[in-house]
């Protein structure tokens, strides 16, 4: 049996968009103050863990949330474009109110979990499904007995849930995707298992936005 790898999968810290409900996709949004001190936060309470590499989306926000990650070991942050979250097309740039006001049988498909909804431009839940668990796999699949970092998205967050506790891509969400939260896993050629999730502990004396999509 090849050797598990451990993951730790960390979503990036906060932006006004954020706070703002307003939907980021690929757009490259980068972090607020606020998200700053998450970042840093998160990196402070991974320093003392045993990571081989860390690997993040390059869009601003999660690569800001990495390289405070990788100081304290010394490490470069690896580009992984793969990691972007779900490209939402024509969606970007709106609000979650201006999707449901102008797109409502759009909105509808959107917020029902349709597998195969795509928002003009975008990525249907499918195609970022396949995606996120090839790369997070691919990824894992270098390091067997390492700790590996994966700083991304909420949406990519969901993604991994799911696939390390098989629940389907229309099951309704019951889990938190917090800013900066941090979320254990395992990897074997069997797949992804689920270690521990949403570790906000480090955040305590902030506050942490939980959303899905930005």
Do not use: C
């Not at 999968?9 to 980068?30: F, K």
């Not at 949330?65 to 709106?94: D, N, S």
């Not at 949406?155 to 900066?180: E, F, K």
Request: hydrophobic fraction near 40%; glycine fraction near 10%.
């Amino acid at each position: 049996m090849e050797e598990a790898t451990r993951l730790i999968a960390v979503r990036h810290g906060e932006t006004a968009w954020n706070v703002d409900t307003r939907i980021q996709g690929q757009l490259d949004i980068g972090l607020n103050a606020t998200g700053l001190w998450q970042a840093q936060r998160a990196g402070g309470a991974l320093a003392d863990e045993p990571i081989g590499v860390v690997y993040a989306s390059d869009l601003s926000r999660a690569w800001q949330t990495a390289e405070a990650i990788a100081k304290p070991h010394g490490l470069t942050v690896q580009p992984e474009p793969r990691l972007r979250e779900r490209a939402f097309g024509h969606f970007e740039g709106m609000s979650f109110a201006e999707i449901e006001a102008n797109l409502p049988e759009q909105a509808r498909r959107w917020r029902e979990r349709d597998p195969e909804f795509e928002p003009e431009g975008g990525e249907s839940l499918l195609t970022f499904r396949d995606r996120v668990t090839g790369v997070a796999a691919e990824l894992a699949a270098r390091h067997p007995g390492e700790l590996v970092v994966l700083v991304a998205h909420g949406g990519v967050m969901d993604v991994l849930y799911r696939a390390a506790t098989r629940q389907a891509l229309q099951a309704p969400r019951t889990w938190q995707l917090g800013n900066a939260a941090i979320n254990r896993m395992l990897w074997t050629p069997g797949g992804f298992s689920l270690v521990g999730w949403s570790d906000t502990a480090h955040l305590a004396a902030g506050n942490v936005l939980d959303e899905t999509t930005t």
